[in-house]
């Protein structure tokens, strides 16, 4: 069956929404796909075509713990099945996941799957997808999406209009979730594990250490602002390569040759954003970084 793409998905909410919306949809990459990275990006393009359905909740966390009340009946099993508390991702893998969240919500699509909104892996058979049309195989799961007009490409035309849970069961791995920083990439639990990625958010308003995703240099404008939004001061750091991102200040030399992206804003002055032009072909010259200096 030839394969109609879904469109691609821009988070366009605020901090609060964008940081839940991203350990959600981490959490769904991790506990269903584990670290293989096509696998994560598959399952996070499921609850994308979701959020688009009106069938499904509306929100990314909506999506996810759709039914985590239950004993049985959850969309997802690791949200009712105690895998949240028996497994926990190292923090390598929580902060693969959340950059393979992150890229999604900027706009990657995961061609393999198409529109589909449904999977399963390929040594059970429950008895739903012999109404659906199997649409691909990824690993070990099996992607199916409804037939008919139900499964058409038309149906997928739910806009995201925000409001983003919190979701208790989170709150150990994510901050936006237990309630604090929305803002942070640490966890309260993979923090213990020392060098937690934007470590330094939860303690230095205006301060953003972060991963950016290389495919799409044009939104690092758009992450910072809103990252920055009602800050009166602020700066925001990007790194494309997350093994030379920096934990805090001052920068080391490895991490300040590896910069990709930076935002300032200081009370007076306008707001500055330079792009490491070695890295990106941004135009004109008066925002590339300067080397050298």
Not at 17 to 39: K, M, P, T, V
Not at 185 to 190: G, H, Q, V
Not at 250 to 275: E, H, I, Q
Request: aromatic share 8%.
């Amino acid at each position: 069956m030839a394969l109609s793409p879904a469109r691609p998905f821009y988070l366009g909410s605020g901090a609060e929404d964008r940081a839940r919306a991203i350990d959600c949809l981490a959490a769904a990459d991790y506990y269903e796909a584990g670290s293989e990275a096509a696998g994560q990006r598959a399952v996070a393009q499921v609850v994308l075509n979701r959020v688009r359905h009106a069938a499904f909740p509306a929100t990314i966390c909506g999506v996810v713990f759709a039914g985590a009340e239950r004993v049985t009946g959850c969309q997802f099993t690791f949200t009712c099945d105690g895998s949240l508390d028996r497994r926990r991702p190292s923090l390598r893998d929580w902060r693969q996941a959340r950059e393979t969240a992150a890229e999604m919500l900027l706009g990657r699509v995961e061609g393999t799957v198409g529109e589909a909104t449904h999977y399963h892996t390929d040594w059970v058979s429950p008895p739903w997808d012999r109404e659906m049309d199997k649409l691909a195989v990824v690993d070990t799961h099996l992607f199916f999406r409804w037939r008919g007009s139900i499964g058409a490409s038309a149906a997928f035309n739910r806009r995201y209009l925000g409001g983003e849970p919190r979701i208790a069961r989170l709150a150990n791995l994510s901050i936006a979730h237990a309630g604090t920083d929305p803002d942070g990439d640490a966890s309260p639990a993979l923090a213990e594990n020392s060098d937690a990625p934007n470590a330094l958010a939860a303690s230095a308003p205006g301060l953003f250490l972060v991963t950016l995703p290389a495919h799409a240099p044009t939104t690092f404008l758009d992450i910072a602002e809103q990252r920055c939004a009602g800050l009166e001061e602020c700066r925001f750091i990007g790194w494309t390569d997350p093994s030379r991102r920096a934990q805090s200040l001052p920068l080391s030399g490895n991490s300040v040759d590896a910069m990709s992206f930076s935002f300032v804003r200081r009370p007076g002055t306008p707001d500055k954003a330079l792009w490491n032009c070695g890295e990106f072909a941004i135009k004109p010259p008066q925002q590339c970084m300067m080397r050298g200096s």
